[in-house]
């Protein structure tokens, strides 16, 4: 932190949160023009990395992050190894940036 805010790195301890929130008081839209959807298909995963997928989602949706949608599009999920070896839930949305 500059030292020109000496007093921020005290107020973001005290507003640290567990949790991220949300709100309704914005909508968000992404324009894809006339882009043709990209849907990828779900890559192979071993039956422990499905397991850690599905606790993932289900605590995803639990704390209200995600919700179930229908969508032409569709990114694959990937299960990162960690150092400490448990693994990490990302999306591969590498055809989407390309």
């Not at 839209?29 to 890559?43: A, F, H, L, N, V």
Request: hydrophobic content about 35%; overall charge negative.
């Amino acid at each position: 932190m500059p030292p020109e805010f000496p007093g921020c790195i005290v107020i973001l301890k005290l507003l640290h949160v567990v949790t991220p929130g949300s709100t309704d008081l914005l909508e968000f839209s992404i324009d894809t023009e006339s882009s043709p959807p990209i849907k990828q298909r779900p890559y192979r995963v071993f039956k422990a990395e499905d397991d850690v997928m599905e606790t993932e989602l289900q605590q995803y949706l639990s704390l209200g992050h995600i919700r179930p949608f229908t969508s032409p599009w569709a990114s694959s999920v990937v299960m990162i190894r960690k150092p400490d070896g448990g693994r990490r839930f990302c999306l591969d949305y590498r055809q989407l940036n390309a």
